[in-house]
């Protein structure tokens, strides 16, 4: 299976501030946005969500109406992710301060399950700005309850359900302790209620 190929693209301060030159590293400026949904996307000023998302390059189209989705805040950074009217799937990582570091976009499709499993390797593992980390996609309807490597229980976060147009699966984010090999030991519950374990490989 392929992970969601990600092309970074490394933001200019001229791009975020409209002043290059004028500051040591890019930052999202204060403006009126609008409001932002999904998991946790009210946790932070909003018009640093929307400006980021607006960074966006033209190939990839805009963001949709499903609005910016905080995936995860740690360690002074924030994780977001969010849709585009052209079927792709974008994040980005912003400091507690509004700095931008990196926004990226990719095809969703390309992240394809195992024969038999319900789980894709989304984006990752990598280290972000903060910590380790897997986005995983999920077929949608099966719930993630639990997730392990080797034995110890890992921290986990439902971000969103994709629309239809890129995939329609849920997207989870998995903080992981360090650099992990080998695989995910992810327990889910199916739209019966019933549970059933599946393994991610890293």
Same mark, same amino acid.
């Given at each position: 299976? *392929?992970?969601?190929? !990600?092309?970074?693209?490394?933001?200019?301060?001229? !791009?975020?501030?409209? /002043?290059?030159?004028?500051?040591?590293?890019?930052?999202?400026?204060?403006?009126?946005?609008?409001?932002?949904?999904?998991?946790?996307?009210?946790? %932070?000023?909003?018009?640093?969500?929307?400006?980021?998302? %607006? !960074?966006?390059?033209?190939?990839?189209?805009?963001?949709?109406?499903?609005?910016?989705? &905080?995936? $995860?805040?740690?360690?002074?950074?924030?994780?977001? &992710?969010?849709?585009?009217?052209?079927?792709?799937? /974008?994040?980005?990582?912003?400091?507690?301060?509004?700095?931008? $570091?990196?926004?990226? /976009?990719?095809?969703?499709?390309?992240?394809?399950? %195992?024969?038999?499993?319900?789980?894709? *390797?989304? @984006?990752?593992?990598?280290?972000?700005?903060?910590?380790?980390?897997?986005?995983?996609?999920?077929?949608? %309807?099966?719930?993630?309850?639990?997730?392990?490597?080797?034995?110890?229980? &890992?921290?986990?976060?439902?971000?969103?359900?994709?629309?239809?147009?890129?995939?329609?699966?849920?997207?989870?984010?998995?903080?992981?302790?360090?650099?992990?090999?080998?695989? &995910?030991? @992810?327990?889910?519950?199916?739209?019966?209620?019933?549970?059933?374990?599946?393994?991610?490989?890293?």
């Amino acid at each position: 299976m *392929r992970p969601l190929a !990600l092309t970074a693209l490394v933001l200019s301060a001229a !791009l975020l501030t409209g /002043c290059g030159g004028q500051e040591d590293a890019p930052r999202v400026p204060a403006a009126p946005a609008p409001a932002t949904s999904g998991a946790g996307a009210t946790d %932070g000023p909003v018009e640093w969500a929307a400006q980021v998302a %607006g !960074l966006t390059a033209p190939e990839h189209g805009t963001v949709t109406e499903a609005g910016v989705s &905080l995936a $995860r805040r740690a360690g002074g950074y924030r994780f977001y &992710l969010w849709e585009t009217t052209k079927g792709k799937v /974008c994040t980005a990582q912003v400091t507690d301060s509004g700095v931008a $570091r990196e926004v990226a /976009c990719g095809n969703p499709a390309e992240a394809v399950p %195992g024969k038999g499993s319900k789980l894709a *390797r989304f @984006v990752g593992p990598g280290t972000g700005f903060a910590e380790w980390y897997v986005m995983v996609a999920v077929e949608h %309807g099966a719930e993630v309850t639990s997730v392990e490597h080797e034995g110890k229980a &890992l921290s986990w976060t439902r971000v969103r359900t994709l629309s239809s147009a890129t995939t329609g699966r849920d997207v989870y984010y998995v903080t992981l302790p360090d650099r992990t090999y080998g695989s &995910l030991d @992810v327990t889910l519950k199916g739209a019966d209620g019933r549970p059933g374990k599946d393994r991610l490989r890293l």
